[in-house]
């Protein structure tokens, strides 16, 4: 890297750091668009360039040209300085920069029998990002930074845990903090059947539909749930129809991509193809890590202390979705309360809270790969990380394990033990193996531990 790319990253990194200080754009749009999207290319007494991955992120910038003026102006003391924004394309071709405006129009208060039915805990802030994830929160902060006019209608879909619901109220509760006058208005697709039966039967269904028709922005979650209900069909028809010809966001969430959907009409589906789909994933390990910090962070009185490897082997065995991932939290927390009695959760209580309810390994053979992948997921590791050269404490730990576990089960040789464990020869096993034997002499959490390993490697 250039002086020159120091200096530009330098003077970048230091008007972020000032845009932050002192709250002129909220935190996820800074961290999101400007700092993951945006890079500092020029900069002069005169003018600032600014080049961003993309239109979208070139839109968002732009509208907030006047405070990112003001904020180099401050960093680099020069008080005429100016920002120019483009999009890589434009300024690879040199092209003039299209200036982009947000649309505010005034809008009269909600009526106020009619909630929005927002959940305030669930915010941008608080949902925790990785790559199972991150395309749909980027598409769901630029819907909600700009509704109406970036990704419309936004369809996310994915197994039910995964943050869906979290996505959509989170869309909402950003619009009311930037616009309270704003009309949002948040509904399940069952409520939403309900509420049009309840509306028919009293007469009162042209109102409701009115007050469907101004809204700014809808949020409708589990779609699916308005398959087969021709009524309902038919009026969320209508309804899409009205607020997408009129620049309102709509945001959509199901269980199943739109064309999986059985039970939909055709042309809604195809409604629903002319926005974005994005699709929700389990979180990978390192998301799933985080998401169980900032619950033990928000759940766990200040006194308990967990090790990091319980986190890591919550991690690995209940990741299948945000939920499951809480439920193992608060099971964790229960029986350490109600059993141990402990403020210090360690493997060997976690071992004991979850105790034939981890078995992951359907249809398996005996084999070394079989006992790694085990002995990998009860310490929370990866297969990667026993093989490794690391020496770590934890790791060292497991990999003897392992290795005690291959020589006891599996008639190989030693040699053939420490090729598969990173190429180690045949003396580093027999070592393993007995301080693995001295262990279990002394330590009765350590061979309930090795018995329970053994038991999962060797069930059918």
């Known amino acids: 890297m250039s002086k020159l790319d120091l200096y530009l990253n330098d003077v970048w990194g230091k008007v972020l750091d000032y845009i932050k200080q002192n709250e002129q754009i909220e935190k996820v749009i800074v961290d999101t668009y400007y700092k993951q999207y945006t890079k500092l290319v020029d900069l002069n007494d005169s003018k600032a360039t600014l080049v961003t991955d993309n239109e979208i992120s070139r839109q968002i910038i732009s509208g907030m040209v006047d405070i990112l003026n003001e904020s180099f102006r401050f960093i680099t003391k020069e008080d005429n300085i100016i920002c120019e ?3 890589e394309l434009e300024y690879k071709n ?12 005034p809008i009269t208060n909600l009526d106020s029998d009619f909630d929005n039915n927002l959940n305030l805990e669930f915010t941008f802030d608080n949902f925790i990002v990785g790559s199972s994830n991150r395309e749909c929160h980027t598409a769901s902060l630029s819907s909600a930074y700009s509704p109406g006019n970036n990704y419309n209608p936004l369809f ?12 959509l109220h989170s869309i909402g509760n950003f619009v009311m903090k930037r616009d309270p006058s704003k009309k949002v208005y948040y509904t399940s697709g069952s409520d939403f059947v309900e509420k049009i039966v309840s509306h028919i039967q009293s007469n009162s269904i042209d109102l409701f539909k009115r007050q469907l028709y101004e809204m700014d922005v809808l949020l409708m979650d589990d779609i699916q749930f ?11 028809f209508h309804l899409f129809n009205e607020l997408i010809n009129n620049k309102r966001q709509i945001c959509i969430t199901s269980d199943k991509h739109p064309n999986e959907i059985k039970g939909l009409e055709d042309r809604l589906i195809s409604r629903f193809s002319s926005g974005l789909s994005v699709g929700l994933d389990s979180p990978e390990f390192e998301t799933a890590v985080a998401i169980l910090r900032m619950k033990v962070e928000n759940q766990i009185p200040e006194q308990v202390v967990i090790d990091d490897d319980v986190i890591a082997y919550l991690a690995t065995n209940f990741s299948k979705d945000v939920r499951s991932l809480e439920g193992s939290i608060r099971r964790l927390l229960f029986y350490s309360i109600q059993f141990s009695e402990k403020d210090h959760i360690d493997m060997n209580i976690a071992i004991e809270t979850f105790k034939g309810q981890v078995d992951y390994y359907p249809n398996k053979e005996l084999s070394i790969t079989l006992i790694k992948k085990v002995v990998a997921d009860y ?17 060292a730990k497991a990999r003897q394990v392992a290795m005690y576990l291959s020589r006891k089960l599996m008639d190989v040789s030693l040699v053939k033990i420490g090729e598969e464990f990173g190429k180690r020869d045949h ?6 193996c007995n301080k693995v034997e001295e262990n279990l002499k002394k330590d009765l959490f350590y061979q309930k531990a090795i018995q329970d390993m ?6 059918k």
């Open 85 to 87: 924004i483009f999009t």
């Open 94 to 105: 040199i092209a003039v920069k299209q200036s982009s405006t947000y649309n505010n129009k």
């Open 156 to 167: 996310i879909y994915g197994n039910s845990g995964l943050g869906k619901t979290h996505l």
């Open 226 to 236: 308005l398959a087969g209900k021709e009524k309902s069909h038919e009026i969320f």
């Open 379 to 395: 310490y929370g590791l990866t297969k990667l990380q026993l093989v490794s050269k690391s020496r770590t404490a934890n790791i």
């Open 427 to 432: 003396s580093t096993v027999i070592n393993a």
């Open 454 to 459: 053994e038991a999962i490697i060797t069930s």
